[in-house]
Protein backbone atom coordinates (compact mmCIF):
# COMPACT_ATOMS: atom_id res chain seq x y z
CA UNK A 1 0.00 0.00 0.00
CA UNK A 2 2.99 2.20 0.82
CA UNK A 3 4.92 1.63 -2.63
CA UNK A 4 0.83 1.95 -4.38
CA UNK A 5 0.73 5.71 -2.77
CA UNK A 6 4.74 6.42 -3.04
CA UNK A 7 4.06 5.77 -7.03
CA UNK A 8 0.71 7.66 -6.97
CA UNK A 9 2.58 10.83 -5.70
CA UNK A 10 5.52 10.29 -8.12
CA UNK A 11 3.14 10.10 -11.20
CA UNK A 12 1.18 13.42 -10.29
CA UNK A 13 4.20 15.14 -9.28
CA UNK A 14 5.63 14.02 -12.50
CA UNK A 15 2.65 14.77 -14.70
CA UNK A 16 2.85 18.46 -12.83
CA UNK A 17 6.13 18.67 -14.14
CA UNK A 18 5.72 17.72 -17.91
CA UNK A 19 2.15 19.99 -17.63
CA UNK A 20 4.94 23.45 -17.25
CA UNK A 21 7.43 23.27 -19.83
CA UNK A 22 10.61 25.29 -18.91
CA UNK A 23 10.96 28.57 -20.19
CA UNK A 24 13.68 29.36 -22.71
CA UNK A 25 16.30 31.75 -21.25
CA UNK A 26 14.67 34.79 -24.10
CA UNK A 27 11.87 34.52 -22.63
CA UNK A 28 12.99 34.81 -18.83
CA UNK A 29 14.81 37.33 -19.57
CA UNK A 30 12.26 39.16 -21.31
CA UNK A 31 10.27 38.51 -17.89
CA UNK A 32 12.78 40.29 -15.67
CA UNK A 33 13.36 43.06 -18.10
CA UNK A 34 9.67 43.91 -18.23
CA UNK A 35 9.49 43.29 -14.21
CA UNK A 36 12.26 45.82 -13.89
CA UNK A 37 10.31 48.43 -15.74
CA UNK A 38 7.05 47.96 -14.46
CA UNK A 39 8.52 48.53 -11.08
CA UNK A 40 10.74 51.35 -12.06
CA UNK A 41 7.71 53.33 -13.04
CA UNK A 42 5.85 52.10 -9.56
CA UNK A 43 8.72 53.25 -7.74
CA UNK A 44 8.78 57.04 -9.38
CA UNK A 45 5.01 57.29 -9.06
CA UNK A 46 5.29 56.66 -5.13
CA UNK A 47 8.06 58.62 -4.62
CA UNK A 48 6.01 61.41 -6.24
CA UNK A 49 2.97 60.79 -4.08
CA UNK A 50 0.98 59.31 -6.54
CA UNK A 51 -0.27 56.11 -5.43
CA UNK A 52 -1.35 52.95 -6.99
CA UNK A 53 -5.84 52.94 -5.92
CA UNK A 54 -5.74 49.42 -7.46
CA UNK A 55 -3.08 48.03 -5.29
CA UNK A 56 -3.82 45.65 -2.44
CA UNK A 57 -0.29 46.73 -0.24
CA UNK A 58 -1.35 46.27 3.39
CA UNK A 59 -0.31 49.63 4.35
CA UNK A 60 -2.71 51.95 6.44
CA UNK A 61 -1.90 55.93 6.31
CA UNK A 62 -2.57 58.97 7.01
CA UNK A 63 -1.11 61.72 4.57
CA UNK A 64 -1.17 65.67 5.51
CA UNK A 65 -0.21 68.25 3.09
CA UNK A 66 -0.35 72.03 2.72
CA UNK A 67 0.11 73.02 -0.93
CA UNK A 68 0.55 77.05 -1.54
CA UNK A 69 0.12 78.84 -5.00
CA UNK A 70 1.29 82.15 -6.30
CA UNK A 71 0.15 82.97 -9.64
CA UNK A 72 1.16 86.18 -11.04
CA UNK A 73 -1.55 88.94 -11.15
CA UNK A 74 -3.55 86.60 -8.08
CA UNK A 75 -4.22 86.42 -4.83
CA UNK A 76 -1.74 83.80 -2.78
CA UNK A 77 -3.73 80.46 -2.26
CA UNK A 78 -3.20 77.88 0.15
CA UNK A 79 -4.94 74.23 1.14
CA UNK A 80 -4.94 72.37 3.56
CA UNK A 81 -5.45 68.59 1.81
CA UNK A 82 -5.32 65.19 4.04
CA UNK A 83 -6.19 61.31 2.67
CA UNK A 84 -6.36 58.82 5.21
CA UNK A 85 -6.25 54.70 4.24
CA UNK A 86 -7.52 52.59 6.78
CA UNK A 87 -7.08 48.75 5.35
CA UNK A 88 -8.93 46.38 7.43
CA UNK A 89 -7.89 42.75 8.89
CA UNK A 90 -8.35 39.91 7.54
CA UNK A 91 -9.86 41.35 4.13
CA UNK A 92 -6.40 39.35 2.17
CA UNK A 93 -5.61 43.02 2.12
CA UNK A 94 -8.46 43.54 -0.37
CA UNK A 95 -11.25 46.08 2.12
CA UNK A 96 -10.08 49.89 2.41
CA UNK A 97 -11.72 52.65 4.32
CA UNK A 98 -10.67 56.18 2.53
CA UNK A 99 -11.55 59.67 4.43
CA UNK A 100 -10.35 62.80 1.72
CA UNK A 101 -11.23 65.80 0.38
CA UNK A 102 -13.65 65.30 -2.60
CA UNK A 103 -11.76 66.54 -5.07
CA UNK A 104 -8.50 65.27 -4.17
CA UNK A 105 -8.52 62.45 -7.30
CA UNK A 106 -8.59 65.83 -9.49
CA UNK A 107 -5.29 67.42 -7.44
CA UNK A 108 -3.28 64.68 -7.16
CA UNK A 109 -0.36 63.75 -10.37
CA UNK A 110 2.94 63.84 -10.72
CA UNK A 111 3.08 67.00 -13.35
CA UNK A 112 -0.39 67.93 -12.07
CA UNK A 113 -2.54 70.91 -12.29
CA UNK A 114 -0.70 73.80 -11.58
CA UNK A 115 -3.09 76.84 -11.43
CA UNK A 116 -6.47 77.74 -12.02
CA UNK A 117 -6.06 78.58 -15.80
CA UNK A 118 -5.79 74.93 -16.33
CA UNK A 119 -8.65 73.30 -17.94
CA UNK A 120 -10.36 71.47 -16.14
CA UNK A 121 -11.23 68.68 -14.00
CA UNK A 122 -13.15 70.44 -11.71
CA UNK A 123 -15.24 72.01 -14.38
CA UNK A 124 -18.76 71.15 -13.98
CA UNK A 125 -21.76 72.36 -12.42
CA UNK A 126 -22.53 74.62 -9.72
CA UNK A 127 -23.30 71.95 -7.05
CA UNK A 128 -19.82 69.96 -8.29
CA UNK A 129 -17.72 73.41 -7.27
CA UNK A 130 -19.68 73.76 -3.75
CA UNK A 131 -18.55 70.14 -3.43
CA UNK A 132 -14.55 70.83 -3.29
CA UNK A 133 -14.43 71.45 0.44
CA UNK A 134 -16.25 68.59 1.08
CA UNK A 135 -15.03 65.31 2.98
CA UNK A 136 -15.86 61.95 1.14
CA UNK A 137 -15.99 58.54 3.18
CA UNK A 138 -15.94 55.05 1.57
CA UNK A 139 -14.95 52.11 1.65
CA UNK A 140 -12.57 50.24 -1.23
CA UNK A 141 -12.71 46.74 -2.31
CA UNK A 142 -9.72 45.97 -4.96
CA UNK A 143 -9.24 43.06 -6.86
CA UNK A 144 -7.05 42.11 -9.59
CA UNK A 145 -8.80 39.61 -12.58
CA UNK A 146 -6.61 38.66 -15.54
CA UNK A 147 -4.44 41.69 -15.24
CA UNK A 148 -6.41 44.29 -14.69
CA UNK A 149 -6.40 45.79 -11.35
CA UNK A 150 -9.64 46.89 -10.15
CA UNK A 151 -10.85 49.21 -7.34
CA UNK A 152 -14.38 50.08 -6.39
CA UNK A 153 -15.28 52.84 -3.97
CA UNK A 154 -18.77 53.59 -2.93
CA UNK A 155 -19.57 56.01 0.03
CA UNK A 156 -21.05 59.08 1.24
CA UNK A 157 -19.89 63.17 0.40
CA UNK A 158 -20.23 64.81 3.24
CA UNK A 159 -22.95 67.85 1.74
CA UNK A 160 -26.23 69.24 2.78
CA UNK A 161 -28.26 66.95 2.09
CA UNK A 162 -25.24 63.68 1.91
CA UNK A 163 -24.54 62.65 -1.93
CA UNK A 164 -23.79 59.21 -2.33
CA UNK A 165 -21.22 58.01 -5.04
CA UNK A 166 -19.23 55.17 -7.02
CA UNK A 167 -15.78 55.51 -7.91
CA UNK A 168 -14.30 52.53 -10.22
CA UNK A 169 -10.94 52.21 -11.00
CA UNK A 170 -9.56 50.12 -13.92
CA UNK A 171 -5.49 49.50 -14.39
CA UNK A 172 -3.22 47.78 -16.39
CA UNK A 173 0.32 47.74 -17.56
CA UNK A 174 1.42 45.92 -20.95
CA UNK A 175 4.88 45.54 -21.17
CA UNK A 176 6.21 46.46 -24.91
CA UNK A 177 8.93 45.94 -27.29
CA UNK A 178 12.29 48.51 -26.56
CA UNK A 179 12.03 48.77 -22.58
CA UNK A 180 8.39 50.45 -23.28
CA UNK A 181 5.50 50.08 -20.76
CA UNK A 182 1.48 51.20 -22.05
CA UNK A 183 -0.20 52.05 -18.86
CA UNK A 184 -3.72 52.11 -18.83
CA UNK A 185 -5.96 53.90 -16.47
CA UNK A 186 -9.68 54.97 -16.47
CA UNK A 187 -11.51 56.36 -13.90
CA UNK A 188 -15.20 56.37 -13.56
CA UNK A 189 -17.06 58.42 -10.78
CA UNK A 190 -20.97 58.92 -10.46
CA UNK A 191 -22.27 61.22 -7.93
CA UNK A 192 -25.81 61.34 -7.34
CA UNK A 193 -27.75 64.31 -8.32
CA UNK A 194 -24.72 65.78 -9.68
CA UNK A 195 -23.08 63.88 -12.67
CA UNK A 196 -20.62 61.13 -14.21
CA UNK A 197 -17.31 61.74 -14.58
CA UNK A 198 -14.71 59.56 -17.13
CA UNK A 199 -10.96 60.35 -16.47
CA UNK A 200 -8.88 58.19 -18.53
CA UNK A 201 -4.70 58.09 -18.72
CA UNK A 202 -2.72 56.31 -21.78
CA UNK A 203 0.80 57.20 -21.14
CA UNK A 204 3.63 55.56 -22.16
CA UNK A 205 6.86 54.56 -20.05
CA UNK A 206 10.34 54.24 -21.00
CA UNK A 207 12.91 54.15 -18.40
CA UNK A 208 16.01 55.65 -19.52
CA UNK A 209 20.14 54.97 -18.24
CA UNK A 210 22.10 51.85 -18.37
CA UNK A 211 20.24 48.61 -17.00
CA UNK A 212 22.57 48.25 -13.53
CA UNK A 213 21.72 52.55 -12.58
CA UNK A 214 18.25 53.91 -14.02
CA UNK A 215 17.49 56.82 -12.79
CA UNK A 216 15.39 58.66 -15.33
CA UNK A 217 11.89 57.77 -16.53
CA UNK A 218 10.42 59.02 -20.11
CA UNK A 219 6.58 59.40 -19.89
CA UNK A 220 4.36 60.61 -22.89
CA UNK A 221 1.38 61.74 -21.04
CA UNK A 222 -1.99 61.41 -22.33
CA UNK A 223 -5.23 62.08 -20.52
CA UNK A 224 -8.31 62.57 -21.99
CA UNK A 225 -11.38 63.85 -19.15
CA UNK A 226 -15.02 63.88 -19.47
CA UNK A 227 -18.07 64.44 -17.75
CA UNK A 228 -21.87 64.50 -18.56
CA UNK A 229 -22.91 67.99 -18.05
CA UNK A 230 -20.96 70.29 -20.58
CA UNK A 231 -20.07 66.96 -22.62
CA UNK A 232 -17.18 68.67 -23.48
CA UNK A 233 -13.90 66.80 -23.43
CA UNK A 234 -10.00 67.90 -22.08
CA UNK A 235 -7.24 66.52 -23.62
CA UNK A 236 -3.71 66.82 -21.77
CA UNK A 237 -0.89 65.74 -24.28
CA UNK A 238 2.78 65.80 -23.50
CA UNK A 239 5.80 64.60 -22.22
CA UNK A 240 7.20 64.14 -18.79
CA UNK A 241 10.90 63.35 -17.47
CA UNK A 242 11.68 62.22 -14.11
CA UNK A 243 14.98 62.39 -12.53
CA UNK A 244 16.05 60.37 -9.13
CA UNK A 245 19.32 61.94 -8.17
CA UNK A 246 18.99 59.56 -5.11
CA UNK A 247 16.69 58.03 -2.71
CA UNK A 248 15.94 61.41 -0.87
CA UNK A 249 15.73 63.58 -3.93
CA UNK A 250 13.60 63.86 -7.13
CA UNK A 251 12.76 65.66 -10.12
CA UNK A 252 10.06 66.12 -12.86
CA UNK A 253 10.33 68.36 -16.39
CA UNK A 254 6.71 68.65 -18.03
CA UNK A 255 5.73 70.18 -21.37
CA UNK A 256 2.09 69.50 -21.72
CA UNK A 257 -0.22 70.84 -24.16
CA UNK A 258 -4.18 71.43 -22.78
CA UNK A 259 -7.26 71.42 -25.40
CA UNK A 260 -10.78 70.89 -25.42
CA UNK A 261 -13.25 69.93 -28.55
CA UNK A 262 -15.56 72.98 -27.78
CA UNK A 263 -16.53 74.46 -29.85
CA UNK A 264 -14.38 72.92 -31.90
CA UNK A 265 -11.46 71.32 -31.42
CA UNK A 266 -8.62 74.36 -29.90
CA UNK A 267 -5.56 74.80 -27.69
CA UNK A 268 -6.32 75.88 -24.38
CA UNK A 269 -3.25 76.74 -22.49
CA UNK A 270 0.57 75.48 -22.84
CA UNK A 271 1.99 74.52 -19.47
CA UNK A 272 5.58 74.51 -18.77
CA UNK A 273 7.01 72.97 -15.43
CA UNK A 274 9.26 71.85 -12.93
CA UNK A 275 9.59 69.56 -9.76
CA UNK A 276 11.53 69.14 -7.10
CA UNK A 277 10.60 66.97 -4.52
CA UNK A 278 12.77 65.87 -1.46
CA UNK A 279 12.63 63.67 1.62
CA UNK A 280 13.36 66.05 4.34
CA UNK A 281 13.27 63.66 7.39
CA UNK A 282 13.60 59.99 7.78
CA UNK A 283 10.54 58.34 5.51
CA UNK A 284 7.63 60.37 6.38
CA UNK A 285 7.79 64.67 5.72
CA UNK A 286 8.34 65.97 2.34
CA UNK A 287 8.71 68.90 0.64
CA UNK A 288 7.84 69.90 -3.48
CA UNK A 289 8.79 73.56 -5.30
CA UNK A 290 6.96 73.28 -8.64
CA UNK A 291 7.55 76.36 -10.44
CA UNK A 292 6.03 76.74 -13.80
CA UNK A 293 4.86 78.69 -17.17
CA UNK A 294 1.61 78.82 -18.38
CA UNK A 295 0.26 80.27 -21.52
CA UNK A 296 -3.68 80.12 -21.20
CA UNK A 297 -6.31 80.90 -24.36
CA UNK A 298 -8.32 82.87 -21.47
CA UNK A 299 -5.11 85.50 -21.01
CA UNK A 300 -4.44 85.46 -24.77
CA UNK A 301 -1.98 83.21 -24.58
CA UNK A 302 -0.16 85.61 -22.48
CA UNK A 303 3.01 84.12 -20.08
CA UNK A 304 1.43 83.77 -16.60
CA UNK A 305 4.46 82.26 -14.41
CA UNK A 306 2.66 80.12 -11.05
CA UNK A 307 5.14 78.91 -8.01
CA UNK A 308 3.59 75.59 -5.90
CA UNK A 309 5.22 74.97 -2.79
CA UNK A 310 3.83 71.93 -1.06
CA UNK A 311 4.40 70.13 2.45
CA UNK A 312 3.80 66.63 3.03
CA UNK A 313 3.53 64.26 6.52
CA UNK A 314 2.79 60.55 6.08
CA UNK A 315 2.00 58.69 9.02
CA UNK A 316 1.79 54.65 9.20
CA UNK A 317 3.27 51.55 8.22
CA UNK A 318 5.62 51.92 5.03
Not at 2 to 23: D, N
Amino acid sequence: MGKLLTLIIFLLFSTGLLARPKKKLVDITHDHISYGVLSFSKNIDDFFGEEDETEPINKSKFRIYTTTLKTEGKVLKTLLLYKFKLVLPKTQKRLQIIIEPEGDDAQEGIGGTVSGNTPTKTKATTTAESLQNSTTAALRFIVDTAGIKTSVDTGIIANIPPLPFIRIRLRRDVPLKDHWVFRVKETIKWIHDDRTTSDLDLNFDRPLGTPLGKSFLFRMVNNIFWDDFDYIIALRNGPSLFHTINSKIGMNYNAHILSTNSPSFQVENYLISVGFRQLLYKNWFFWQLSPALEFPRIENFHRTPSLTIRFEAVFGTF
